[in-house]
Nanobody, 128 residues
C-alpha cells in the first residue's frame, strides 16, 4: 500500500521559512516524480512544485518560483519542500503527491495531471 506522510508544517511569521518533508512507503520511489500541492481555505487545490526522477527537471508554480525549492533523497525515499520568504497568501494545507511519470510537466502543476496518490496534508499558516 502506498503511503505518504507529510510533516514540518506550522505557524510562521511573514518573511519566515519552513521546510516540509514527505516520507514515502510502499512503491518504487526512484521510478516516480513527486509533487507538492496546496489548498487554501475556500480555494481549489493548486500545484506548487514537481521534481522528476533521476536528474530531470524541477518545476514550480509562478507564485512560488524563487522562494520555494523542492528536493528528493533517494536513500531515505523522502521529498522536501523548502519554503522561504513566506507570506500570508502561502497559508494552506500542503499535500505531497506521487506522480505517474518519470519527468515533470507543467500540466502536472497547472491541472494536477498524473497524480497517482495523495498524502493527508500538513497545515502551514503564515501570519502577517
Amino acid at each position: 500500500e502506498r503511503q505518504l506522510v507529510e510533516s514540518g508544517g506550522g505557524l510562521v511569521e511573514a518573511g519566515g521559512s519552513l521546510r516540509l518533508s514527505c516520507a514515502t512507503h510502499g512503491f518504487t520511489f526512484k521510478d516516480y516524480s513527486m509533487a507538492w500541492f496546496r489548498q487554501a481555505p475556500g480555494k481549489e487545490r493548486e500545484g506548487v512544485s514537481c521534481i522528476s526522477t533521476k536528474d530531470g527537471p524541477a518545476l514550480y508554480a509562478d507564485s512560488v518560483k524563487g522562494r520555494f525549492t523542492t528536493s528528493r533523497d533517494e536513500v531515505k525515499k523522502t521529498v522536501a519542500l523548502q519554503m522561504n520568504n513566506l507570506n500570508p497568501e502561502d497559508t494552506a494545507v500542503y499535500y505531497c503527491a506521487i506522480i505517474a511519470a518519470d519527468e515533470c510537466r507543467m500540466d502536472i502543476i497547472t491541472f494536477g495531471a498524473s497524480v497517482a496518490s495523495w498524502g493527508e496534508g500538513t497545515q502551514v499558516t503564515v501570519s502577517s
